[in-house]
């Protein structure tokens, strides 16, 4: 069994992660500094930011200083509305037995445990936030040099 993300979902949560351990500097964060900082690719990272901000999650400034940063304080953003964002909706939606959907008539034995676990799941993600992840990452660590005055 696979849990693993799809590529978009790896780098959505990337870029939220580095935007919420840039939450507490002033300031917006460019596309460049998003993609280097979080290995996202430089190619990729306007559809994954693009994404985010379509959801409300990030938002974006243009012009001079401009760049993007979390919408809401990463207290308030949970794992699960980003992977939810780039993943879509996490349920099953297929049985897992039968490799079809399962029927009102026909749910078959294992559906009612799936079911479950995949909630658990849910909530697992759901309350745990941005700020949490940020903290503890050992994912592509953003840059620690302090940025210039015009990169923010």
């Known amino acids: 069994m696979n849990l ?3 590529r978009r979902g790896d780098y959505a949560l990337r870029a939220a992660v580095f935007l919420a351990a840039s939450w507490d500097d002033p300031g917006y964060r460019t596309m460049a500094q998003v993609s280097r900082a979080m290995a996202i690719p430089r190619s990729y990272t306007p559809q ?4 985010l901000v379509r959801a409300g999650l990030v ?5 001079r200083g401009g760049g993007y940063r979390l919408a809401r304080s990463p207290d308030s953003i949970s794992l699960l509305a980003v992977v939810e964002t780039a993943e879509g909706e996490l349920k099953p939606d297929r049985c897992p037995m039968r490799g079809f959907p399962c029927g009102w008539q026909g749910i ?3 559906h009612p445990a799936w079911s479950r ?6 909530e697992n993600l759901l309350g745990t936030s941005l700020r949490e992840v940020a903290g503890t990452s050992t994912a592509p660590a953003p840059a620690t040099a302090p940025l210039s005055q ?3």
Not at 48 to 51: D, M, N, S, V
Not at 117 to 122: L, P
Request: proline residues 0%; neutral net charge; contains cysteine.
């Open 150 to 152: 015009a990169a923010r």
């Open 59 to 63: 938002e974006a400034h243009v012009g």
């Open 48 to 51: 994954i930011l693009g994404i």
């Open 117 to 122: 676990s995949t909630e658990a799941i849910r």
């Open 108 to 110: 078959c034995a294992l």
């Open 4 to 6: 693993t993300l799809t």
